[in-house]
């Protein structure tokens, strides 16, 4: 059957159709819909576990019993996931193991801009990059078949455009894998010294066996055209490529990006007069070409940063016809915003109100550090915010102490805050974690996690208690706030700041967007009691502008949270009809 799929869609029936049994990821754009597309098919077990160092290890232990298996992360999410991924290139596998990673260039939706390719390189396993749809369900088909060929985990690497964009798609039927027994094997699983030591020239050898079938593999392929002009590219740039030049140059498309050929290269470059590298981030295939001993262009007519498009590619050769239709007049930037009558506004209007310094982490809350809250002072990495304030406050000492907050989301939390606040008790600084606790994983699109007692599915699962485990760790003091209740927040933010021991806020309030959420009525503006002055609009909702001088609330965005309302020193917001 054909079928228009985006990529990560295609991922997922390539899983299925590879007769993969377990797959365990944790969301993260552009890779989330990977798995959940997965968890739409039967045959396959799915999970979302709380980070990707534990999902790829479920991979591991599924492939260690004999069954296919897969885990799926963000390129950021494959630095968590590195620690097994290294060791799990001198082990191999029994059953084949695919971990699925999705760049984000131009960073749409991350906090570093990284290419994964180097991870491949670096930990000495195969990496595929389809460039369609089509090619991401063959693709990861064939990685298992790679993985079981050569006993190695293949890493099959996306990125937003390929795993967002739509073509055309021929499904097939999945295929019956017989389950490979166990057999106890301390030499290839037991990485202690003495076994590592043996197994490291394994990987080099199998490095040297893929490269001599890289010459070969159908996943590279030569489209010879004019001879005056060769490129060798991959994944998206090569559909750019296909763009601006059809079938009138000569292109070699990789799609076994590590290890990648060099007979099958140097054959190519021998074949056209000019030869030109268009990879997007970094220089991987051109170092390599130069590696080899060819005349190579790349990276001086390209840059290191950010997407490529059809444009780009055009101009770098001077082409001057229009690869794509545009919009005529510039459109209006439109800046992302927390939501209107989002739980973690009024938090982190006290916080800002109180000039309080604050760590910040990853997730939608992120947004706090935009204009007019202006909340946040540092955002690194997940769970970064917790371990930070501890080092924070250890080099600053009580005058950071008494003015310093991290904030953290309940999935973030239990991604990687946890070990975080162990450190915090454990080592005993005065450090106060605020837990935004919205009952889901808002920004990738309301994934549960263990707080919210569901799992991948939405069976009910065993939820964790936050309260009870932060004073598990050793916190004594943990308080529960209504973020909607700015009065509450600021006196019991004052109140932990000025103790001399840990402490935990857990902000808790579910997301605006949830189903079971029910708005209440919307607030309106009474315009003769509106001074102008301005109050409501420090919060920065979206669902409130100034409209003739006065404040003008929207109907059709607003929640009736009542923030705003608590804002007002003169009483001109009100619920019910705009007068």
């Known amino acids: 059957m054909k079928k228009l799929m985006i990529g990560n869609e ?59 298996s897969a885990c799926a992360m963000k390129h950021v999410g494959l630095n968590v996931a590195a620690d097994p991924l290294f060791t799990l290139s001198y082990t191999g596998v029994t059953g084949g193991m695919v971990v699925c990673v999705a760049d984000d260039p131009s960073m749409h939706s991350s906090q570093n801009e990284q290419d994964s390719r180097h991870y491949a390189i670096a930990a000495k396993v195969p990496m595929l990059e389809p460039a369609d749809s089509a090619e991401c369900l063959e693709f990861s088909k064939q990685a298992f078949e790679l993985s079981e060929k050569f006993d190695t985990p293949v890493l099959l690497r996306m990125c937003t455009r390929i795993a967002h964009s739509q073509s ?10 017989e389950v490979k027994d166990y057999v106890k094997n301390s030499q290839k699983y037991i990485m202690v010294p003495a076994f590592a030591k043996q197994k490291h020239p394994v990987v080099e050898k199998r490095m040297e066996e893929l490269t001599r079938f890289a010459e070969s593999c159908g996943f590279n392929r030569v489209e010879m055209g004019d001879t005056k002009l060769g490129i060798i590219t991959s ?18 498309k990789l799609g076994l990006i590590n290890p990648l050929p060099v007979k099958l290269i140097e054959d190519f470059a021998q074949k056209v007069d000019r030869l030109v590298v268009i990879e997007e981030l970094d220089d991987v295939i051109e170092t390599h070409c130069k590696k080899i001993g060819l005349q ?14 059809q444009h780009i590619i055009a101009e770098a050769f001077g082409i001057t016809r229009n690869c794509a239709i545009g ?38 809350y992120t947004l706090g550090s935009q204009m007019p809250l202006n909340a946040l002072d540092s955002t690194l990495c997940m769970g970064a915010s917790v371990s930070g304030i501890h080092g924070f406050n250890k080099a600053g000492g009580q005058e950071c102490e008494e003015n310093t907050v991290c904030v953290i989301g309940d999935s973030t939390f239990i991604h990687s805050g946890i070990t975080g606040l162990v450190n915090i008790a454990y080592n005993a600084s005065n450090s106060t974690v605020i837990i935004l606790d919205n009952s889901i994983t808002g920004m990738t699109g309301h994934q549960q996690n263990p707080t919210t007692g569901y799992n991948l599915k939405g069976d009910p699962a065993s939820k964790i208690d936050l309260e009870t485990l932060c004073r598990a760790i050793g916190i004594k003091r943990v308080t529960v706030v209504d973020p909607y209740n700015l009065q509450e927040c600021e006196k019991v933010i004052k109140e932990e700041l000025a103790t001399k021991e840990p402490s935990v806020i857990i902000s808790r309030r579910p997301c605006v967007l949830l189903r079971h959420v029910k708005p209440k009525p919307a607030l309106a503006v009474n315009r003769d009691k509106c001074k102008s002055c301005k109050r409501c609009m420090g919060i920065g909702c979206p669902a409130i502008s100034m409209k003739d001088k006065k404040a003008h609330i929207d109907v059709t965005l607003c929640v009736g949270c009542e923030v705003c309302q608590q804002l007002c020193p003169f009483d001109a917001i009100e619920r019910g009809v705009e007068n």
Not at 31 to 57: H, R
Request: charged share 25%; hydrophobic share 35%; with cysteine.
């Open 10 to 68: 295609a991922v997922a029936r390539g899983l299925y159709e590879a007769g993969c049994e377990i797959v365990s990821s944790y969301p993260g754009t552009p890779s989330t819909e990977i798995t959940e597309y997965a968890a739409g098919y039967e045959d396959m077990y799915c999970e979302w576990a709380p980070n990707e160092k534990v999902a790829a290890e479920v991979a591991f232990g599924a492939s260690l019993r004999g069954k296919r």
């Open 168 to 177: 055309l798609v021929e499904t097939g039927e999945r295929k019956q894998v």
């Open 235 to 252: 994944g998206t740039c090569y559909q750019y490529v296909k763009e601006v030049f059809g079938d009138s140059v000569s292109v070699l």
């Open 296 to 309: 190579v262009e790349g990276k001086s007519l390209f840059s290191k940063i950010g997407e490529f498009s």
């Open 327 to 364: 919009c005529d007049e510039a459109i209006p930037m439109r800046p992302p915003v927390m939501c209107a009558g989002c739980p973690h506004r009024g938090m982190f209007y006290v916080l800002s109100k109180n000039k309080i310094t604050v760590l910040g982490d990853i997730g939608c």
